[in-house]
């Protein structure tokens, strides 16, 4: 009967047994780990005593390349691009300017007794021209500038007048000398824009002979002046685009010192070829009043112009 209740038992309990999930395997706890045998103790000291041996060398193979680089600093890249000298600055520049200027002149010229009222174009003494010599040189350094302008020319006409007494040939022969040097200072100074305050010295060399033949008295004359006017002005050169250069320059002077009065007026319009050479042309506006023991010179004398500037240094 016992042996037929236990079959029963089985018989009903085993399906459930079955059917129940499979317990989670527990995870070794601290406890357990340290409750390992000692062959399972020394295979983890080992192990982790390896691990720290290779930090250990990782560590001193870093210390090292680190040691290396200070003491081989030349051997390191630069994490700053190397400057430039800027020697420029502090450099001398020169520059020459050859131009010719096409100019016209009128007004009131003479010695006493002889004073001709003048109306020439470029044309005109264009035609007169025995000599001319036209230019400028200019050296900066910083911003200390200091420009130094000639303008030397002969002119020379011959004509041939019918009088009473016959046909008379006259010569008249004119000679203009003037030698402009400033000194200049850049109150602005940049790669667009640069404004110049300027002062110096104008002089001047004018001299005139008229001769006829078959001469004639009192028609005939010659004479030179000479005078020297104080002046100040301003220039202002802009680029308001590559390559292109655009520059206003005056002046005035004289007050009495030399002549009455004394000023020019520039502008011109210019177009770099090359770092070192710039084509230019404009127009100059010039005009002195001088007069002395009744020799007067009061005229204007304007006309465009065409240079190349040329960089030396």
């Not at 000639?150 to 000679?175: A, M, Q």
């Not at 004289?254 to 020019?264: C, F, N, R, V």
Request: proline share 8%.
């Amino acid at each position: 009967m016992k042996t037929a209740s236990i079959c029963l038992f089985l018989l009903v309990a085993a399906p459930l047994l079955v059917a129940q999930e499979p317990a989670a395997i527990p995870q070794p706890s601290a406890a357990s780990v340290r409750t390992q045998s000692p062959p399972q103790q020394l295979q983890a000291t080992a192990a982790v005593s390896a691990m720290n041996n290779s930090s250990a060398d990782v560590s001193a193979e870093s210390g090292l390349t680190m040691e290396s680089s200070s003491a081989n600093p030349q051997l390191q890249p630069s994490s700053s691009p190397q400057s430039k000298p800027s020697g420029d600055d502090s450099d001398w520049h020169v520059t020459i300017v050859p131009y010719l200027w096409f100019l016209g002149l009128h007004g009131t010229s003479g010695p006493p007794g002889a004073q001709m009222s003048v109306h020439e174009s470029p044309g005109d003494l264009l035609s007169q021209l025995r000599f001319g010599l036209m230019g400028t040189v200019q050296v900066r350094h910083k911003r200390l500038f200091l420009p130094v302008d000639v303008f030397w020319v002969r002119l020379e006409s011959k004509k041939s007048l019918p009088t009473p007494l016959g046909v008379i040939s006259e010569d008249l022969k004119t000679r203009e000398f003037i030698l402009a040097p400033k000194v200049g200072y850049f109150l602005i100074d940049s790669n667009k824009l640069k404004a110049t305050a300027l002062v110096g010295l104008r002089y001047w060399h004018l001299g005139e002979g008229l001769s006829v033949s078959p001469p004639i008295p009192g028609l005939s004359f010659s004479g030179s002046q000479n005078f020297v006017d104080p002046v100040v002005g301003g220039r202002i050169d802009m680029s308001p685009v590559p390559k292109v250069e655009v520059s206003v320059l005056g002046d005035v002077g004289g007050w009495g010192t030399g002549s009455k009065l004394d000023y020019q007026v520039v502008g011109g319009l210019g177009y770099r070829l090359t770092p070192r050479l710039t084509v230019q042309v404009g127009y100059r506006y010039m005009g002195v009043d001088y007069r002395s023991a009744g020799y007067v010179f009061n005229t204007i004398q304007p006309g465009a112009f065409v240079g190349v500037r040329i960089r030396l240094r």
